[in-house]
């Protein structure tokens, strides 16, 4: 991994990890500030493109991608064909020569790097499957529509295609190209096949994205990281076999061409219905009402605005469900070996997209679709794919998941490739308010989030926890849910309840959404945005939860009477640092609760001294972090019994 040290907030890392947890020595020589307090001073400098407050500056700028797309699957051949006209808008102020598409199906050929990474049957791993994209044509379409063929250098998962003539800033090139590939049975857990079932996505040559934070984004894709891309509007079709259903990103727009009149009005039907309308049943399966004809080909349209990709699945067996929130189809699609469980995924869905949008940010797009095939959990916009699940609790926890990711990073467009935990850790902590709203009967919010505690606290005693802001790729598989989902999910809870407070938080949050809806912020802008609204520096908390891993154990150190007073020594034993929890309990069975925040620390990270006047009461007990809601690995020194 390049670790990208001029702007990556890994310099931070690479600055404080394993740094001492000294305290600033008044006359001391030659030292700086290492305590876990020390200012973020290696954050990038503030701009006219990111300001210091975590916004959009003034000339903020980011490039545009507009695709006209077409597939066809062939089910013999197990091949999808596409042809691609790419209309990139160019609005950064350099003028580009050549641009990087992303052609990920390259990860499916032998010797890729992907093989040499992933184990062949892991997760990620190609499972020694031969595919690749092969590019038939690749042009550019200058003035008058002529059509100059293009130098192109595969690089792994990524292309270099050099500009038939530069593109300054403000211009817009045109650029038109033809493949194939064959589809693998699994791919990387993000795409493939299961029998007649296709779902396809990581399809077409997607331009990299190029921003004012790293130039030209190449990393290639592997299959753990996942993908960072430029908005757009797009429209696609899909060919495919008259039997078959497709479902995909963004809005059918030839309904009348592809259903029968019956299905149809059901569709329209389920436009205004909060309960699901069977769009496509097992009976119309069995009877073949679902199709309007069984011989040939049928092409399937679709048209999706303002977004960074487009997916689809399709499958002869699908029967379908939709229902509607608040003008938005919320729809699922599933085998009927799935019914048992999917029969409720259009409700699940449409409670998705009302939970998140009436907590923090609308939702802007005209559907959701859930998806059932073999892939086990996987997002693009407007699309969320699924497997069977074990019951409906698990699907709804997969399912909410994977929709939640239309927020991070479907709309909060962060670069998942780089920083992970900016989709996945945000979009873990919104699923516990949606899984504790559909099912409260298996936690509330509170509770789902400390069963992620409780897995951070025994990775830190078992000595396996790992640093949050690294490449994705770098993590060990085995701590990836750990590092990049459950971490900062539960460090996240910690910030809202034990020291921001929910009103500030939420306050924050949504402001970092709307902020960067439809944009591309960096870690250092969500930290920003998190201080500029909530109105609190946070530089301990980016620090010990995202940039290094220290451990968390406080302790009751000294009880000593002092007359009528008590005084009490709170003691520190890791780098990490959090607000004080303490409970007092008296002999008369009553108690009193003292809560202190987390920078009570900052001159003194081991110890914490109070005096505490105990009008005539006996203290038999104090206990910290009574209620267990922070992370400490020693629970075991946090009584003091008289």
């Not at 699957?73 to 102020?93: C, E, F, Q, W």
């Not at 407070?501 to 709307?514: Q, S, V």
Request: aromatic content about 12%; glycine content about 8%.
């Amino acid at each position: 991994m390049k670790l990208a040290l001029r702007t990556s907030l890994l310099a931070l890392a690479v600055a404080h990890a394993g740094a001492a947890a000294a305290q600033i020595v008044p006359g001391g020589a030659g030292v700086g500030d290492t305590s876990i307090f020390a200012p973020l001073t290696l954050l990038p400098s503030p701009s006219l493109v990111r300001t210091g407050a975590g916004a959009p500056g003034s000339r903020y700028w980011q490039n545009r991608a507009d695709y006209d797309l077409t597939a066809t699957i062939d089910t013999a051949a197990k091949t999808v064909a596409g042809h691609m006209r790419l209309r990139y808008t160019n609005h950064s102020p350099d003028t580009l020569r050549f641009v990087w598409v992303q052609t990920e199906q390259n990860a499916f050929r032998n010797n890729s790097l992907n093989s040499y990474v992933y184990p062949q049957d892991s997760r990620f791993g190609a499972r020694g499957f031969e595919g690749g994209d092969v590019i038939e044509r690749f042009v550019q379409v200058a003035a008058g529509g002529r059509e100059v063929p293009l130098k192109l250098r595969g690089n792994e998962t990524v292309t270099k295609v050099d500009l038939a003539e530069p593109l300054a800033p403000g211009g817009t090139a045109v650029l038109d190209a033809s493949w194939h590939f064959s589809v693998p049975e699994h791919g990387a857990d993000r795409m493939g096949r299961d029998g007649a079932l296709y779902e396809i996505a990581q399809w077409y040559p997607r331009v990299n994205v190029y921003d004012d934070v790293r130039g030209w984004n190449m990393e290639p894709y592997l299959g753990q990281g996942e993908f960072y891309l430029d908005y757009g509007d797009i429209t696609y079709s899909v060919t495919v076999p008259a039997g078959y259903i497709v479902a995909g990103t963004g809005m059918l727009q030839n309904p009348a061409e592809v259903l029968p009149p019956a299905q149809v009005a059901r569709l329209r039907q389920a436009a205004t219905s909060a309960t699901p309308v069977r769009i496509i049943t097992a009976e119309d399966l069995r009877s073949g009402a679902a199709r309007p004809r069984k011989n040939g080909v049928l092409t399937w349209r679709f048209a999706a605005q303002n977004v960074r990709d487009v997916a689809f699945a399709a499958s002869p067996d699908y029967q379908w469900d939709a229902s509607s929130w608040d003008g938005t189809l919320a729809m699922g699609y599933y085998r009927p070996a799935a019914a048992d469980n999917w029969h409720d995924a259009a409700d699940q869905s449409r409670m998705s997209i009302q939970e998140y949008s009436e907590r923090w940010f609308r939702y802007p797009w005209p559907q959701i679709s859930a998806v059932e095939g073999p892939i086990s959990g996987m997002e693009y916009p407007m699309l969320a794919m699924e497997n069977h699940s074990e019951d409906k609790y698990d699907l709804y926890n997969v399912v909410t998941h994977e929709i939640g990711h239309d927020w991070f990073p479907m709309i909060v467009g962060s670069n998942e490739r780089m920083h992970m935990w900016q989709d996945e850790g945000l979009n873990t902590y919104i699923n516990t308010f949606s899984e504790a709203r559909r099912y409260p009967e298996k936690g509330t919010q509170p509770v789902r989030s400390r069963e992620e505690m409780d897995r951070v606290e025994n990775a830190q005693r078992n000595n396996t926890d790992h640093v949050v802001d690294v490449q994705p790729d770098r993590v060990p598989p085995t701590q990836l849910g750990l590092s990049q989902y459950w971490k900062p999910s539960a460090a996240l809870q910690i910030l809202r309840q034990e020291v921001m407070g929910p009103e500030a938080f939420d306050d924050a949050f949504r402001t970092y959404i709307r902020r960067w809806a439809f944009k591309h912020p960096t870690p250092a802008d969500f930290f920003r945005t998190m201080e500029d609204v909530g109105g609190r520096r946070l530089d301990w908390f980016w620090r010990e939860f995202f940039l290094e891993n220290p451990k968390f154990d406080q302790a009751v150190g000294s009880v000593t009477p002092s007359g009528a007073n008590v005084q009490v020594t709170y003691v520190n034993h890791g780098r990490g640092v959090l607000p004080i929890r303490a409970r007092f309990t008296f002999a008369d069975g009553t108690s009193q609760d003292y809560n202190y925040p987390a920078e009570v620390w900052s001159t003194n990270t081991a110890a914490y001294e109070r005096t505490y006047p105990l009008g005539g009461k006996q203290l038999v007990r104090i206990t910290l972090d009574p209620d267990k809601k922070l992370i400490d690995i020693d629970r075991s020194n946090n009584v003091w019994q008289r």
